[in-house]
């Protein structure tokens, strides 16, 4: 029997619907072979019935070249395309809103509704020059056309708050061994920035530990 299998080579090609079906079947079943017969319907399109008739070794392969793929880090993804749309990542942090803030701190470190934290973070352009850009205001009604949003630009945007917060706790300590002494202003601006990166770091460890990626 032939049987057709289109498998995806890299994070960019699964969804973040795609993998919260995953996980959802992981949290429901420990049973090893059910769960590689649903990633197969899941990533690959191929029906549980048919995912059960291929050979094992080809099943194997295929399943531990996607598990592979969620152990990459990939860098920050700040443009990408979905739904005949390209979205950026928002360009300036220090001009997110209240509202945008609270979004992102309360469901960044709460990965089944991780769709919320990634509606603040990527908007559609809606005005490019070379590599710059300009989003589109925040509007939290969008927030379920982001399960369409590719895995990559999930992933690299959470390592991105996660390496941001470990590198303004390494400038804040080395501004100490500086001399001359580093300016006040200069430092309270670092503590504020890192102050606010730190809130996320724990629920950050934790989603990327929820979404079953490595941080080693």
Avoid: W
């Avoid at 908007?123 to 939290?140: E, F, H, L, M, W």
Wanted: aromatic fraction near 10%; hydrophobic fraction near 40%.
């Amino acid at each position: 029997m032939e049987i057709n299998v289109t498998v995806p080579n890299h994070l960019s090609e699964i969804t973040l619907r795609q993998y919260k079906k995953y996980l959802v079947v992981g949290e429901e079943n420990d049973d090893v072979n059910f769960i590689q017969a649903k990633m197969m319907e899941i990533f690959c399109g191929v029906s549980h019935i048919v995912a059960t008739q291929m050979k094992y070794s080809d099943v194997e392969d295929i399943t531990g070249t996607i598990n592979e793929m969620f152990l990459a880090k990939p860098k920050l993804v700040t443009t990408f395309k979905m739904n005949d749309k390209e979205y950026g990542f928002i360009p300036n942090l220090d001009d997110m809103t209240l509202g945008e803030y609270i979004d992102l701190d309360s469901f960044t470190g709460e990965y089944k509704n991780i769709e919320v934290a990634m509606n603040v973070l990527y908007r559609p352009i809606k005005a490019k020059v070379g590599s710059k850009y300009v989003i589109k205001d925040y509007n939290p009604k969008t927030k379920d056309e982001m399960l369409d949003m590719p895995m990559d630009a999930v992933i690299s945007s959470l390592f991105f708050f996660l390496n941001l917060g470990l590198e303004l706790s390494e400038i804040t300590l080395n501004s100490l061994k500086i001399t001359p002494p580093i300016q006040l202003e200069e430092l309270k601006h670092f503590q504020q920035n890192m102050d606010g990166i730190n809130r996320f770091m724990p629920y950050l460890r934790e989603t990327l530990s929820e979404l079953k990626i490595s941080l080693n």
